[in-house]
Protein backbone atom coordinates (compact mmCIF):
# COMPACT_ATOMS: atom_id res chain seq x y z
CA UNK A 1 0.00 0.00 0.00
CA UNK A 2 0.89 3.59 -0.74
CA UNK A 3 0.41 6.37 1.98
CA UNK A 4 -0.14 8.85 -1.18
CA UNK A 5 -2.32 6.86 -3.52
CA UNK A 6 -3.33 9.58 -5.25
CA UNK A 7 -0.02 11.00 -5.98
CA UNK A 8 0.39 7.33 -7.71
CA UNK A 9 -1.78 8.06 -10.02
CA UNK A 10 -1.21 11.32 -11.15
CA UNK A 11 2.44 9.89 -12.03
CA UNK A 12 0.51 7.63 -13.93
CA UNK A 13 -1.94 9.81 -16.00
CA UNK A 14 1.22 11.93 -16.54
CA UNK A 15 2.77 9.12 -18.14
CA UNK A 16 -0.39 8.43 -20.70
CA UNK A 17 -1.84 5.60 -18.62
CA UNK A 18 -5.59 5.21 -18.54
CA UNK A 19 -6.19 4.56 -15.00
CA UNK A 20 -9.74 1.90 -15.24
CA UNK A 21 -9.75 0.42 -11.28
CA UNK A 22 -7.65 0.74 -8.48
CA UNK A 23 -6.92 -1.07 -5.36
CA UNK A 24 -6.11 1.36 -1.94
CA UNK A 25 -4.64 -0.49 1.21
CA UNK A 26 -3.15 1.52 3.91
CA UNK A 27 0.84 1.47 3.60
CA UNK A 28 2.59 -1.16 4.39
CA UNK A 29 -0.89 -3.44 4.96
CA UNK A 30 -1.58 -6.37 3.23
CA UNK A 31 -3.43 -6.89 0.17
CA UNK A 32 -6.92 -8.62 1.22
CA UNK A 33 -7.08 -11.77 -0.46
CA UNK A 34 -10.92 -11.89 -0.93
CA UNK A 35 -9.97 -8.30 -3.51
CA UNK A 36 -7.26 -9.80 -5.24
CA UNK A 37 -9.06 -12.78 -6.44
CA UNK A 38 -11.52 -10.20 -7.68
CA UNK A 39 -9.31 -8.46 -9.82
CA UNK A 40 -9.26 -9.09 -13.73
CA UNK A 41 -6.37 -11.32 -15.21
CA UNK A 42 -6.49 -9.91 -18.47
CA UNK A 43 -5.82 -6.31 -16.79
CA UNK A 44 -2.46 -4.92 -16.49
CA UNK A 45 -1.80 -3.66 -13.01
CA UNK A 46 0.63 -1.17 -12.48
CA UNK A 47 2.54 -1.14 -9.02
CA UNK A 48 5.24 -0.17 -7.33
CA UNK A 49 8.44 -2.43 -6.49
CA UNK A 50 7.77 -2.43 -2.38
CA UNK A 51 4.31 -4.01 -3.27
CA UNK A 52 4.94 -6.25 -6.38
CA UNK A 53 7.09 -8.37 -3.78
CA UNK A 54 3.75 -8.81 -1.66
CA UNK A 55 1.50 -9.35 -5.01
CA UNK A 56 0.40 -12.84 -6.15
CA UNK A 57 2.35 -14.03 -9.27
CA UNK A 58 -0.56 -14.89 -11.48
CA UNK A 59 -1.68 -11.21 -12.14
CA UNK A 60 0.07 -9.16 -14.66
CA UNK A 61 1.83 -6.18 -13.02
CA UNK A 62 4.05 -3.54 -14.21
CA UNK A 63 6.60 -1.79 -11.90
CA UNK A 64 6.51 1.54 -11.34
CA UNK A 65 10.61 2.22 -10.32
CA UNK A 66 10.50 5.69 -8.70
CA UNK A 67 14.05 7.65 -8.17
CA UNK A 68 14.60 10.45 -5.78
CA UNK A 69 16.92 13.68 -6.82
CA UNK A 70 17.90 15.69 -3.49
CA UNK A 71 18.71 18.73 -5.27
CA UNK A 72 19.22 20.93 -2.15
CA UNK A 73 19.99 20.50 1.37
CA UNK A 74 22.18 17.58 1.56
CA UNK A 75 24.63 18.53 4.54
CA UNK A 76 21.05 18.32 6.53
CA UNK A 77 20.09 14.86 5.20
CA UNK A 78 23.99 13.67 5.94
CA UNK A 79 23.81 15.19 9.57
CA UNK A 80 20.23 13.94 9.83
CA UNK A 81 21.26 10.12 8.69
CA UNK A 82 24.76 10.54 11.31
CA UNK A 83 22.47 11.50 13.95
CA UNK A 84 19.96 8.60 13.58
CA UNK A 85 22.95 6.20 12.18
CA UNK A 86 25.93 6.53 14.15
CA UNK A 87 28.41 4.15 12.76
Known amino acids: GLANPRSFYRVLGAAGAC ?9 HRAF ?23 LPSNLHFAVLHVELELVC ?3 RLEALYERLCPA
Open 19 to 27: LVAGLEVGD
Open 32 to 54: PARALSRLPQDALWVTTAKDRER
Open 73 to 75: GHQ
